[in-house]
């Protein structure tokens, strides 16, 4: 057992604490309108651009390796897929209202 001089802290020194109570403070806390609000699932057409934008990195990946094993009609139809896969994510992340701008560009 120890003596009660082992266990009095020195001057100065603070024991460390173990659990501490949390502090809730009125003010920092915001009120429910300003929290972060769930994130909600991503609509049909943000998920099938989402998909499209996978088509076109696999196909950006597929012609470097055409390229690499010197096959040029492989590496132009997977630059093509690439490019038409991007097209139709921008056109699906347009909108029906987007469209006709993008079109026009």
Same mark, same amino acid.
């Not at 057992?1 to 001089?5: A, E, G, I, V, Y």
């Not at 490019?83 to 991007?86: F, P, V, Y």
């Not at 347009?94 to 026009?104: C, F, N, Y």
């Given at each position: 057992? &120890? =003596?009660?001089?082992h266990?009095? /802290?020195? /001057?100065g020194e603070a024991q460390l604490t173990l659990? =501490? @109570?949390p502090e809730v403070v009125p003010e920092k806390? @915001?009120?429910?309108?300003?929290? &972060?609000?769930? &994130?909600?699932r991503m609509g049909r057409n943000e998920r099938m651009a989402e998909r499209? %934008?996978?088509?076109?990195?696999?196909? %950006?990946? %597929? @012609?470097a390796a055409a390229v690499m094993a010197h096959d040029d009609v492989t590496a132009r139809e997977m630059l093509e897929r690439s490019?038409?896969?991007?097209k139709a994510?921008?056109?699906?992340r347009? #909108?029906? =209202? #987007?469209?006709? %701008?993008?079109? @026009?560009s």
């Open positions: 057992m &120890r =003596s009660p001089q266990t009095k /802290q020195p /001057q659990v =501490s @109570a806390i @915001a009120p429910a309108a300003v929290r &972060r609000r769930p &994130r909600t499209l %934008d996978m088509i076109a990195i696999q196909a %950006d990946r %597929d @012609a490019q038409a896969a991007r994510a921008s056109l699906l347009a #909108g029906p =209202s #987007g469209v006709r %701008d993008l079109l @026009a």
